[in-house]
């Protein structure tokens, strides 16, 4: 897709006040959409872009009023396909008893707000606080396998972040930890089939994999029933048991949502914290120093390059944001990425800095009813990987890092690969 001056067509018939051009902005293009991002800042604020049929935010103010008033602007749209779903991806999915439904981020209040509360009873600080040493010990294993190799090279997504996070998830819903691959392929098709661009014919394998992947998470949910068990599928279904308002499918979409946003993110977190670090080694020798800093670098990687840096909500009634006006059903892509290096609320919002005294303003776990509820889990795992990266290999070289490819997508932003080497 190449920019375009002509004048975006709005729809909802409000083409006059969508000016002309998209300053740049590519809306699946990854790899580096920061300058395209600062120019709407300045230029457009608030865009319908109609080659995705959404209006784009760009400013900080302005996404977190939009987080934060869901009784205008709803979630219901977070998780709905960016491309229509083809005939045949359909059919796949129906025959193959397909009904998931999102765990909570595409949930509206009261539903949201019930079911919400019931998970949070879950998934407690303690529970994923015991698995810490099971964390660590997985990172350490997974980085002395990488340093023993003779060549002295490695690939820190294949070789760390990959795994680490999908093993804690799985451990923590009381899944098969030898299934890593399986999940992560399923994880794949699910960015794919929501937020990628498709054609109707590449949809066919990843609709198989989203009816494998959800008869999974209906799976874990007899067993809990039948066997019961030390994990967190068990404590929902306890919870029910007990009397909690929750249905057996309101727990398998919980899964559903948690064995993808449990990891996928993760693994990105972890993989740009050591991208980014790592290509600035004043400040990583400053981690590596002084490992009490790290939680603060966490929160610049995550304000600076974000695992998502787009999420959607949806219009409920005709309204106005960045002074122009969003009709009824309209749909919202925040940019949280671009918010996060806004000037306004970031002095030098496009530097990277680790003592940047306001990183924890970012917008990267969202804002108001849905904020990320792994957001605990996704830092603590990021912190230990680095504190054990800081300590086994604090010489790691990150090689091209202008070579780094990301996937094609309009939300999640991945990097492919982290190479990297380091001296005998
Ligand atoms: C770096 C890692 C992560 C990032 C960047 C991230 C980001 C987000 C974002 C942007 C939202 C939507 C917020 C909104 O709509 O306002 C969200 C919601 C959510 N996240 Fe995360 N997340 C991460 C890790 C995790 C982990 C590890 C888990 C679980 C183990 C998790 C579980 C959830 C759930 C359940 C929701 C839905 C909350 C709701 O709608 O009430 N996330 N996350």
Not at 242 to 257: F, P, Q, R, T, V
Request: hydrophobic share 40%.
């Amino acid at each position: 897709m190449s920019s375009s001056t002509e004048t975006a067509a709005c729809p909802f018939g409000h083409g006059a006040q969508a000016p002309a051009g998209h300053h740049g902005y590519e809306p699946f293009q990854m790899k580096d959409p920061f300058p395209a991002y600062a120019e709407l800042r300045n230029e457009q604020p608030v865009m319908f872009d109609e080659r995705v049929g959404y209006y784009v935010l760009s400013r900080y103010d302005d996404i977190k009023a939009v987080f934060d008033d869901w009784e205008t602007f709803s979630s219901e749209n977070a998780q709905a396909p960016v491309r229509k779903r083809g005939p045949q991806a359909t059919k796949i999915m129906e025959e193959g008893g397909f009904t998931a439904y999102s765990g909570l981020s595409a949930r509206r209040p009261p539903e949201h707000t019930r079911i919400r509360a019931v998970a949070q009873k879950a998934f407690t600080p303690r529970r994923y606080k015991a698995l810490e040493p099971f964390i660590r010990q997985n990172v350490v294993d997974q980085l002395e396998a990488m340093l023993a190799r003779p060549e002295h090279r490695g690939e820190l997504v294949k070789d760390l972040a990959y795994t680490v996070p999908t093993v804690t998830i799985l451990t923590l819903i009381g899944a098969d930890v030898s299934q890593v691959d399986t999940f992560k392929r399923w994880s794949d098709s699910r960015a794919a089939m929501t937020w990628g661009d498709l054609s109707d014919e590449e949809q066919v394998p990843h609709a198989h994999n989203l009816v494998e992947y959800w008869q999974e998470c209906l799976r874990l949910v007899r067993v809990a029933h039948e066997e019961g068990g030390d994990n967190l599928t068990a404590d929902l279904v306890k919870a029910q048991q007990d009397g909690a308002e929750i249905s057996d499918h309101e727990i398998a979409s919980i899964l559903y949502s948690l064995l993808f946003a449990g990891h996928e993110t993760t693994t990105t977190l972890i993989a740009n914290s050591l991208r980014v670090l790592l290509a600035r080694p004043e400040q990583w020798q400053q981690l590596v120093e002084e490992p009490k800093k790290i939680p603060a670098a966490i929160d610049e990687v995550l304000r600076f390059s974000g695992s998502i840096v787009g999420w959607r909500r949806k219009a409920l009634k005709d309204t106005e944001v960045g002074g122009l006006k969003i009709p009824e059903g309209g749909e919202l892509l925040l940019l949280m990425g671009s918010a996060n290096r806004d000037g306004a609320r970031f002095e030098e919002g496009e530097e990277f800095d680790i003592s940047r005294g306001n990183a924890r303003e970012h917008l990267s776990f969202g804002f108001g009813i849905h904020y990320c509820l792994g957001n605990m889990l996704a830092k603590l795992q990021a912190k230990i990987a680095l504190e054990e990266v800081a300590r086994l290999a604090p010489n790691l070289k990150l090689e091209s890092p202008e070579g780094i490819e990301f996937r094609e997508n309009i939300s999640f932003r991945v990097p492919e690969t982290v190479p990297v080497s380091w001296e005998a």
